[in-house]
């Protein structure tokens, strides 16, 4: 069995046995000198909502049920000063752990890109069937072990948005030499349908789209896109298809997690586990309260969801550079034909479940 899904089966065992543990012994504390001290580097800057409250979570979770045995010290970018450099301290062990997105590294291992999101691809319900049910797991340990690192789901941020627009994307001609910020392959897909593709740091993002230096940009959804100030600057909101179910990744390095005795092996990944479901509820919850203040203050935000032409297109061109990929690559092709034929299965049964459900009942 591979060493990631080993705890999985377990976890409502796990937590069942030890609350029961601490609920018996009510002198129990959290406070003894820790056995295993660890450091965490995330992608994120300081006190970043959702994402790092995740990581947050864990590290917590990870001290109350070791007893303070294990405790795991959290650096975020403003510390390491590399967001985009976890995967390498990690493997490097100058970090036992990080958190971050598995699609940033496209450029250094094109075949971790498939654990985070793909454009058309599965939604976070059947996602995470695929992980932990689906041959996920053993194909993300699979693809991390050249790196040797271990990769757990770090929380899903649910559908995210298309984008913002200063302008309404009427039909192809609209897209041709647009400069949009949107990041990994689905930038490359948009590239092929002549949009100028560009990637920007979070912080200048706002003062970018003010300036016209872009004219779209997309962020996450309104969890995180009501503080970034999108909305009163750009008029159209589009609906996604390029991130249907953002997961984020806690990495570990093997050496490390593998010299752990059992118990804290399996406190960790439940922890990791209990944490990443956690910001998919989170997620969905912020996306509804800041889509609903969004709404009331600035009334005039048009939502549109991109011509179907245009949407065509885009399959065709996602599955054009998929294949090519796939032909010179046996790992990609290897993720890639996992992931088509568990969709195809999934979504069969979303088709007559909540797809159904919602297109039969939803109401304005
Ligand atoms: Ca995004």
Do not use: C
């Amino acid at each position: 069995m591979p060493k990631t899904t080993r705890f999985h089966h377990l976890t409502i065992a796990l937590v069942i046995a030890l609350s029961l543990m601490f609920a018996g012994s009510a002198v129990s504390k959290a406070n003894a000198a820790p056995k295993y001290s660890w450091k965490l580097a995330m992608t994120w800057p300081t006190n970043f909502p959702i994402f790092g409250d995740a990581v947050q979570k864990m590290a917590d979770l990870v001290k109350v049920m070791s007893n303070g045995e294990m405790e795991i010290r959290i650096d975020s970018k403003n510390k390491h000063k590399a967001p985009l450099g976890i995967l390498d301290m990690v493997k490097g062990g100058q970090y036992e752990m990080g958190h971050s997105a598995s699609y940033y590294w496209k450029g250094k291992d094109v075949n971790l890109m498939f654990f985070t999101t793909m454009p058309f691809g599965m939604i976070a319900p059947e996602q995470y069937a695929w992980f932990y049910y689906g041959g996920g797991m053993e194909l993300m340990e699979k693809a991390y072990s050249r790196h040797h690192v271990y990769s757990f789901p770090g929380g899903n941020t649910g559908n995210q948005m298309g984008g913002w627009f200063q302008k309404e994307i009427k039909s192809e001609a609209d897209l041709k030499g647009l400069k949009m910020r949107i990041p990994g392959f689905a930038g490359e897909v948009l590239s092929k349908l002549g949009v100028v593709v560009t990637n920007i740091p979070a912080g200048e993002l706002y003062t970018a789209l003010e300036r016209g230096n872009i004219d779209a940009l997309e962020w996450v959804g309104p969890s995180l896109d009501l503080n970034m100030g999108f909305h009163k600057i750009a008029p159209y909101y589009y609906t996604g298809w390029h991130e249907p179910a953002t997961e984020l990744q806690f990495l570990v390095n093997q050496k490390k997690f593998d010299a752990l005795p059992e118990y804290l092996q399996a406190i960790i990944t439940t922890a990791m586990e209990l944490s990443a479901y956690d910001m998919y509820s989170r997620s969905m919850n912020d996306s509804a309260v800041n889509w609903d203040l969004i709404q009331k203050d600035y009334p005039d935000i048009k939502i549109r969801t991109f011509p179907k032409e245009i949407i065509a297109k885009l399959k065709i061109e996602n599955n054009k550079l998929l294949n090519e990929q796939a032909a010179k690559n046996p790992m990609f092709k290897e993720i890639l034909d996992s992931q088509r034929s568990y969709m195809k299965k999934v979504r069969n049964w979303t088709k007559i479940s909540d797809y159904a459900y919602l297109k039969d009942n939803i109401s304005e």
